[in-house]
């Protein structure tokens, strides 16, 4: 049996609560400091306070430390890494190869940030070697290549991103925001390069694109892929949004958590959830109401056209109708859908600019701005970016996750035994014959489970037993009863470090910004950009221009009429020189100049 687990983020404990009750088997979340969004950092007492919310589900948590560390830090994040190990979390996602040492036989696993570039077999097996139980992999990966490395690396867990917001370079080499802003991706400060507007120019200076966001992409849904990841080897699916807010957690991770459950409905005698519970919702989970940049599947199913957003990085949200009539203060909809007051709306102008608006008052399909946009026109799409009423219901509790159990409760020769699940009690007393049948009273008071986490699905007491037990005393047991299921009983597993085999040649990509690391790859020199910069590309994508302008002739393109180097070129005047490395079907985009 195949434990599946849906991983959810959560940028503080009440989003982790949050994921927890909405369906995740795991949620990831940042330590005080060193995760790789720097914006969000938790305490220690958080943290131990989401295990234990965790923990009786079989929930488990994982805390990032996937940034690089330089060597004035080092001291800071073993002692982190210290009171992490003794509140209970499961396993710690590592990027910088320095911390390795510091985790040796900690009560945990390690994990491989995507951060660590994981995209090949060979890779994968190395940090296998090195001491990781898990590998996330990279968000470019197809299907294909997923399985490929489940074959090539079969006891390695496989983790991948399902949902949410898309770098445009591979994980972890990265380093624009660096580079332009001296703001390193890599220590959880990316400055969103990637989401800026660029013109596209030629090797003559001819402008084949003028002021669109060319490296922006859609977000990633995985969600009518999950069956394909499954059969690829994959056995985390992981929701992106460490920066999201609670309705946007508990939305997607219920979205997934029950196509994970239709899934599994289908395939009962191979696979299960990895954790315990089951969830009930006050809403109908939908992708499409809730923050989302237009959606892509990227590249599990191959490369795909529609990758990226080139007119806007924002949420342009759910279609919602076209622009029917215009009046001076307001307009009507076509379409069946229902507004509320304060919606957040926005539609593609003439010149491909996106302009948004902000409902003031709503009757029926006709909309009342607070101010009427200049560039609205009859027969433009509308798309709903803030949807005030599903907001609304999210804004409340908006589910509830409860543990069926069953509890069986026997007569022995000293007393009585009750059980559920795993645990069972003995508790000593003396055997009153009962006047009348008990078996009623039994049922009812053994199933007030109340306020717990647990739901009693049976009472089995065998017909023969015939004895009285006073209702306080059945208090008592039920209590003690729930008390023993809720203890802490997971698995700890101890992280165990091998010695690195020899990687070939080592460079600023191999983000070496510390001693440590530089011990643990057995070189001298500290070559992350971060220290001594690098000739190489600041980003390796595989989004591609020439494929996207429908210009690649190895996939059947026509020929570009431009002349390269082409060359991104930001507002400021900045050039980035653009290198299209067919072979492997990539594009580099090198350091700018003026």
Partial sequence: MTPLELLAPAKNLACGMAAIDHGADAVYIGAPKYGARAAVGN??????????????????????????VYDSELEEIHRLIDQL??????????????????????????????QTDNRTAEKVRWLQQVGFTRAVLARELSAEEIAGIHRQVPDMELEVFVHGALCVSYSGICYASQHCFQRSANRGECAQFCRMRFSLVDADGVEVERERYL????????SDNLEKLISAGAVSFKIEGRLKDVAYVKNVTAAYSERLNAFIRKHPENYCRASKGHCEYTFSPNLNRTFNRGYTTYFVNGRQPDIASFDTPKAVGEFVGKVKEIRSDSFNVAGTASFANGDGLCFQNADRQFEGLRANRVVGNRIYPYKMPAGLRPGMALYRNNDQEFERVLSKPSATRKIAITIALRAVDDGFELSAGDVSLHFAADHQLAQKSPRENLIRQLSKLGDTIYECSEVDIPDDFNYFIPNSQLSDMRRQLVDA????????????????????????LNNISNHLSASFYGVDELSAFELRGGDGPIMQCRHCLRYALGCCVKHGGRRPEWHEPLSLVLGDGRRFRLEFDCQHCQMNVYASTR
């Fill in 43 to 68: 305490s220690i007492g958080d943290i131990r306070k989401l295990c234990e919310y965790a923990h009786p589900y079989g929930v488990k948590i994982y805390v990032t430390l996937n940034t690089i």
């Fill in 85 to 114: 190990a003794e509140i209970g979390v499961d396993a710690i996602l590592v990027q910088d190869m320095g911390l390795l040492q510091f985790l040796q036989d900690k009560p945990f696993e390690i994990h491989a940030s995507t």
């Fill in 215 to 222: 490296l922006s992409l859609k977000d990633m849904n995985q």
């Fill in 485 to 508: 299921l809720s203890m802490p009983r997971r698995e700890v597993k101890k992280a165990r470090v091998g010695v690195p085999p020899v990687l070939g040649n080592l460079s600023y």
